[in-house]
């Protein structure tokens, strides 16, 4: 009776039975495998054809049980070099020995065997792979689409602040996260984490630290107390191999404060008048064990300054010579100031730059960028410390076309015993006009029991005029340079001049919604323009 | 405070230029009229006369944008004069002054175009 031991490169020797009806007196022989090492291995290999097992002279264990067996001849099935399995026969029934052409025949039995099962075995490996690229890649599908619905889809609009950030995967999708939280009192909370491990199981850590921060920042004002409360609550929910690195920063967009706290992330950079600062606090990170508390640091931002976030996919990534991106090159990036202020891009163009372009990314790369672009107290503080402001008038108006004039009549009465220049009268007026205009169409839509509410105030320093509106539309979108050459060619409407004469006209140009309505604050420097 | 109404008008001068003189306030209610001017001018030159205008908004520079493409179509070239100091800055930082030369009055206009 013949048994193949059929033997697989990426498992244990294994046996499969050859499942025939025995006839009478015969018996089936237990196929011995043949542990990879043994040194009937290599005799097998050399001889290449049948072998007598009386002729061996070998200290193997697999010879010893084939013996007890009562294997006699063993004809190995060699493909490509490689001992795919053996054929094992017991005594002959007539007793007698193998002959000559009894082995001629197992030989070339054996040849033709060895091939066909080479091809067996590369096809099962073959099947087994794409089967595997097939997991892995739906698993890469998920773990991308968890990621990108819980990363932010739009970035905070802030008046005097540009916000910014940058994410793209690696092809194995990382554990990459940032997240924005609007806190109270103009305070912004930025998040940049990253979950160790890829795919499905780092997504969904990185979903459960994303919901626990959120909950936790409007618990705490303090983000050593957000980071303690998330750390504490994520060392049972998560695997024990796997942990959270996290950066979490409160910026009062008002006084341009950062308070932050560190949990074994990448520390942040910033670019200030003087050069590039690291800022430094340090704690462990999220999830490896319970009663951590986490350092807290205060940096202010002043306007111009720009404060980088980044994740280690960034300092991490290598070369092609092999050599690592690095921080400190990171920083010396951070302290060029990006001609067209564009810092975001100018640091992943550097990145690019340096692995080449056709390099495959080898983690997440996460940048979060928070630049302070200015502020009214900025200009004001420049002429030393100024006084509480002062209301001169609130008007209201009701949302008919045309109203705006009556706006501009209204302020212009209010504000002209305080010294402005003719030039800054003109722009005011316009600047009131358009804004009140946008209150009454976009804000309000023409519905003439809406009101627009007009505030003006001062200070030693400023004059602001704040316009609200009460339509509970869409949000007051972004100022956009309008593109002249295309109106004039006709590609594009001629209107959409408004937003972007606003800013043109003013030192200063905020919008907020807050509770379906929205707010513009325009303001003027009272001392000459910034 | 000034009127809501916008007029225009139509002057033929000896020397072959056309002036629109505009009146009052330019913004969208504007359009019509603005264009219907424009189209009575002949010539490869048109000038916008804006000395006895007092307001200019947004939606009024869309006005003025789009007379601008309509002259640029026909291979034209448009000049301004009267404007107020405020709203020559207005018309740099909208860059409508890239597209149209900007004179100080009537004669400087008249001048160079002779």
């Known amino acids: 009776m013949v048994q193949i031991l059929r033997r697989r490169k990426t498992e244990e020797p294994r046996v499969e039975a050859v499942e025939t009806p025995l006839k009478p007196n015969t018996r089936l022989i237990d196929a011995v495998p043949i542990p990879p090492g043994d040194p009937l291995e290599t005799v097998l290999l050399s001889t290449g054809g049948p072998l007598e097992l009386s002729s061996l002279d070998l200290e193997s264990e697999a010879l010893q049980t084939m013996r007890e067996q009562g294997v006699e001849l ?15 026969l017991g005594p002959r029934l007539s007793d007698q020995p193998y002959s000559t052409d009894d082995r001629k ?129 994520l060392v049972s929910e998560i695997p024990p191999a796997m942990f959270v690195t996290c950066l979490y920063a409160i910026v009062d967009t008002h006084t341009g404060e950062v308070i932050f706290a560190n949990a074994g992330h990448n520390l942040p950079y910033v670019r200030n008048s003087s050069g590039v600062a690291e800022l430094r606090a340090t704690g462990m990170p999220l999830g490896l064990m319970l009663g951590m508390t986490y350092d807290e640091r205060t940096h202010t931002l002043d306007a111009g300054d720009v404060m980088v976030l980044t994740s280690d996919g960034i300092t991490e990534a290598h070369n092609v010579e092999g050599e690592m991106y690095g921080f400190p090159r990171l920083m010396g990036r951070v302290g060029v100031k990006p001609k067209d202020g564009d810092v975001v891009s100018a640091l992943v163009g550097d990145l690019e730059q340096f692995t080449g372009p056709d390099a495959e990314q080898e983690d997440d790369i996460t940048l979060v960028v928070v630049k302070r672009t200015s502020s009214a107290q900025d200009s004001a503080s420049a002429f030393g410390e100024s006084t509480d402001p ?117 030192d200063d140009f905020r919008t907020e919604s807050v509770d379906g309505t929205h707010t513009v604050e325009l303001v003027m420097n009272r001392k000459g323009r910034g | 405070m000034p009127g809501e109404e916008f007029e225009v008008r139509v002057v033929e001068r000896d020397d072959g230029d056309t002036i629109i003189e505009l009146m009052g306030t330019v913004n969208r209610v504007a359009k019509e009229s603005l264009e219907a001017a424009y189209e009575e001018t002949e010539g490869s030159r048109v000038l916008l006369d804006f000395s006895k205008v007092d307001y200019i908004n947004s939606t009024g520079i869309a006005v003025i944008v789009g007379v601008l493409a309509m002259a640029r179509a026909e291979g034209r070239v448009v000049g301004a004069y009267g404007l107020s100091d405020h709203y020559r800055e207005v018309f740099q930082i909208t860059r409508l002054a890239d597209f149209m030369t900007i004179y100080d009055d009537e004669t400087a206009a008249v001048t160079a175009g002779a």
Do not use: C
């Not at chain 1, 015993?417 to 209150?439: F, I």
């Open chain 1, 74 to 88: 063993i004809v190995p099935l060699i493909g490509q070099g490689e001992l795919l399995g053996a054929l094992y």
């Open chain 1, 105 to 233: 025949l197992l030989g070339s039995l054996a040849s033709q065997v060895a091939p066909a099962m080479k091809v067996a075995q590369l096809v099962r490996e073959q099947q087994a792979e794409a089967k595997e690229r097939e997991r892995n890649h739906q698993e890469m599908q998920v773990a991308a689409l968890i990621q990108q619905t819980l990363l932010p889809q739009d970035l905070p609009s802030i008046s005097g602040w540009g916000i910014d950030a940058f994410y793209r995967p690696a092809r194995a999708v990382g554990g990459d996260f940032y997240d924005f939280i609007h806190l109270d009192d103009g305070r912004l909370g930025v998040v940049i984490g990253d979950v160790t491990d890829k795919g499905v199981p780092a997504a969904l850590v990185m979903a459960t630290s994303r919901s626990m921060l959120r909950s936790a920042a409007h618990n705490h004002t303090s983000p050593g107390a957000v980071l303690s409360e998330v750390n504490n609550a």
């Open chain 1, 390 to 506: 002062v209301v001169l008038g609130t008007f209201n108006f009701a949302s008919e076309e045309g109203n705006e004039r009556a706006a501009i009549e209204g302020v212009m009465e209010v504000v002209s015993d305080l010294g402005l220049e003719s030039s800054q009268v003109e722009r005011l007026k316009t600047a009131v006009g358009e804004t009140v205009m946008n209150a009454i169409e976009h804000g309000n839509e023409n519905r003439p029991e809406l009101m627009v509410d007009v505030v003006v105030v001062a200070t030693d320093h400023t004059v602001q005029v704040r316009v609200t509106d009460h339509g509970g539309g869409k949000a007051i979108p972004e100022v956009e340079t309008p593109d002249i050459e295309a109106k004039l060619a006709g590609e594009q409407t001629p209107r959409g001049w408004g937003l972007f004469l606003i800013g043109q006209m003013v």
